[in-house]
């Protein structure tokens, strides 16, 4: 069983640019989720899919980002335009969806090893 | 609105030794679950321990262990036998609605040998 695989690793690109992460989440997870994390803080949310439906965006996530999950396996999240405030990490996570109960690990969400952005 | 809260930006330890790493949350849900992630410095986030709501005993999972008090809403990490491998990044965290996770600020945990 293969974990949350995420690509390019690191990206460098000139502001202005866009750029294109790739997520694919471990197999049999139907959900699959978005962070963003900078130096020193903690993940931020950015949005979520159940299977292809991308259910919620935080606003975070300006008009410059759009993320699709076209056949409810892997996701793409893409920056147009990039910025210097965008670098940052961007960390990819799946679940599967299913009620927790007494020694669950409760919806646990596994993390890949994330896409590290820099915007020069 | 959740709320986690990590007061600690840093932390050492001695090797061999047990450490705690603190954490607060703040929500009005009656249910929710509560993680510790560690983050080496190459970024991955690693699932360590979950503490249910309702779980009535804290949670353990080998030399981590989760000190749980419902009251105070406080869910501190415990570190036993600390390794030189343990130096990383701890994040708290609490499932919210749509099992979407919000995140403390971390505490760096050094062990020192």
């Known amino acids: 069983d293969t974990g949350v695989s995420q690509n390019p690793r690191h990206k460098i690109t000139k502001r202005g640019q866009n750029v294109t992460f790739r997520c694919d989440p471990i197999s049999e997870h139907n959900r699959l989720y978005w962070y963003r994390q900078t130096l020193g803080q903690g993940p931020e949310f950015l949005t979520y899919f159940q299977n292809e439906a991308q259910l919620e965006k935080s606003r975070l996530l300006s008009d410059r980002f759009s993320a699709e999950r076209p056949k409810g396996s892997f996701s793409t999240l893409e920056i147009q335009r990039t910025e210097q405030g965008d670098s940052a990490m961007y960390l990819c996570?799946?679940?599967?969806?299913?009620?927790?109960?007494?020694?669950?690990?409760?919806?646990?969400?596994?993390f890949g090893e994330g896409s590290w952005l820099t915007v020069v | 609105a959740q709320k986690i809260t990590q007061t600690q930006p840093g932390m050492f330890v001695q090797e061999k030794e047990a450490v705690t790493l603190d954490c607060t949350y703040d929500t009005s849900d009656q249910s929710y679950g509560l993680f510790w992630y560690k983050q080496p410095s190459s970024g991955e986030m690693i699932f360590l321990i979950y503490?249910?709501?309702?779980?009535?005993q804290n949670a353990t999972e080998g030399r981590y262990s989760l000190n749980f008090q419902k009251a105070r809403k406080s869910a501190n990490l415990v570190i036993s036998a600390s390794q030189l491998g343990d130096s990383a990044m701890y994040f708290c965290?609490?499932?919210?609605?749509?099992?979407?996770?919000?995140f403390g600020s971390g505490t760096k945990l050094n062990v020192k040998p």
């Open positions: 996570a799946s679940s599967l969806a299913a009620e927790g109960r007494r020694g669950h690990s409760g919806n646990t969400i596994y």
């Open positions: 503490q249910g709501s309702y779980d009535e």
């Open positions: 965290a609490m499932r919210g609605n749509f099992n979407k996770f919000y």
